[in-house]
């Protein structure tokens, strides 16, 4: 079973388990996911403060206010895997790579939260769970890990 999702246009890092006690610790129990998020863009340092202390999105059909989270500016573009379809570039105007991280995890949140602050999301990938990075894994790229920290077997995808 997949621990946590990611939506059909985000990639990084997918953890898989046959472990139903892991997968509902890591879901549940507020363990850092941490992603890099591309946005449409150079995103003001009001916005970040704004995302920081969480904004109102909607979920199930309510508006939810996001738990508090941390959120910088990357200062350069990550060192990623090319995507096998383009985004659009800086030939369209500016664009801002920033990092969050999240103790919680709605439907497709950090898009949401990003939109909300009027800078939507271009790309969108999730580099680590708890202290499991992607590390270097190429697309489509598995690795098995043994945690002492989670006590199971985990296996992690680089998704694409």
């Not at 379809?85 to 950090?110: A, M, N, S, Y």
């Not at 790229?141 to 945690?147: N, Q």
Request: positive net charge; hydrophobic residues 35%.
């Amino acid at each position: 079973m997949a621990i946590g999702r990611l939506d059909e246009k985000s990639e990084g890092l997918l953890l898989l388990t046959t472990d139903g006690k892991l997968s509902d610790t890591i879901n549940r129990s507020g363990i850092e996911k941490e992603y890099y998020a591309q946005v449409d863009g150079a995103i003001t340092q009001e916005a970040i403060e704004q995302l920081s202390h969480g904004v109102v999105i909607g979920f199930d059909g309510r508006k939810y206010k996001t738990k508090p989270c941390i959120v910088s500016i990357l200062d350069r573009v990550p060192e990623l895997p090319e995507r096998s379809k383009k985004l659009r570039d800086d030939r369209h105007g500016p664009t801002t790579w920033i990092r969050v991280i999240l103790r919680e995890g709605k439907f497709r949140q950090v898009r949401k939260m990003t939109s909300a602050v009027g800078y939507p999301t271009l790309r969108l990938v999730r580099v680590r769970v708890g202290n499991i990075t992607l590390d270097g894994l190429q697309p489509s790229e598995v690795k098995t890990i043994t945690t002492t920290d989670m006590n199971s077997q985990v296996i992690a995808v680089s998704s694409l």
